[in-house]
């Protein structure tokens, strides 16, 4: 699998919507039920789950980028003057993508498969950043950002029990669990788990952004 320009087009003038756009673009036409599936993943649900998976979690891609592009003045940010005129950087232009990705990537990878729901205890399971080679940043996300990417997941369709929206500093120390289900197609929950360990377990050798493509060859490839 060759890794693909995530900045092909886009320039240090690119806005947040622009990004969206363009991530959109590089999503697959479409998730293919032909191809081989490493054992890794297999062991964590069948093949055909995993399939199915992929498919819905492709149509949430969609979805969550066509709805960042539609609000990205709401979430955009000034580009620093030191950043103009070189090769934009998710890390570093468009943080909310970053750091959003990476809630998803907590989600899935320390989600447990329960029925419908991913579940795991305490908020601070998603407060840690993940590089695109799938490791941890020292630094944190903050609470308050925390919370606005739930509420915008929670626009996307997800719902998270055992959170409350409406309080300003909820407790982090807090090892309540939380249930994330999406209701319109439960076996999204199934490609965001496979895809985040995709990332955190593979991606170290190439530092590619599977996830944020929905790439479903890294499941399958020998390269990653």
């Known amino acids: 699998m060759n890794k693909l320009d995530m900045y092909s087009g886009l320039s240090s003038e690119s806005t947040l919507g622009d990004m969206a756009r363009h991530l959109k673009s590089l999503l697959p036409a479409d998730a293919p039920t032909n191809y081989f599936i490493k054992p890794m993943f297999t062991s964590i649900e069948s093949e055909e789950s995993i399939k199915s998976g992929m498919i819905a979690l492709l149509d949430f891609m969609r979805l969550f980028y066509d709805l960042l592009a539609e609000n990205s003045q709401q979430y955009d940010k000034p580009k620093a003057p030191s950043r103009l005129g070189k090769k934009p950087s998710i890390a570093v232009d ?28 305490g908020l ?93 060859r890294a499941l399958s490839s020998d390269e990653v």
């Open 94 to 121: 468009f943080p909310f993508i970053y750091h959003i990705k990476s809630v998803l990537l907590n989600i899935g990878y320390h989600g447990i498969l329960r029925g419908n729901a991913l579940s795991f205890s």
């Open 124 to 216: 601070k399971t998603l407060v840690t950043i993940i590089c695109c080679e799938g490791m941890e940043a020292t630094t944190k996300i903050s609470t308050p950002k925390l919370m606005d990417y739930i509420q915008f997941l929670s626009d996307c369709g997800m719902c998270f029990e055992g959170i409350n929206l409406d309080t300003p500093k909820p407790c982090m120390a807090n090892e309540r669990l939380i249930e994330v289900t999406y209701p319109d197609n439960t076996d999204v929950l199934v490609g965001l788990k496979i895809m985040a360990v995709a990332q955190r377990k593979l991606q170290w050798k190439t530092k590619d952004e599977v996830f944020l493509r929905c790439d479903y």
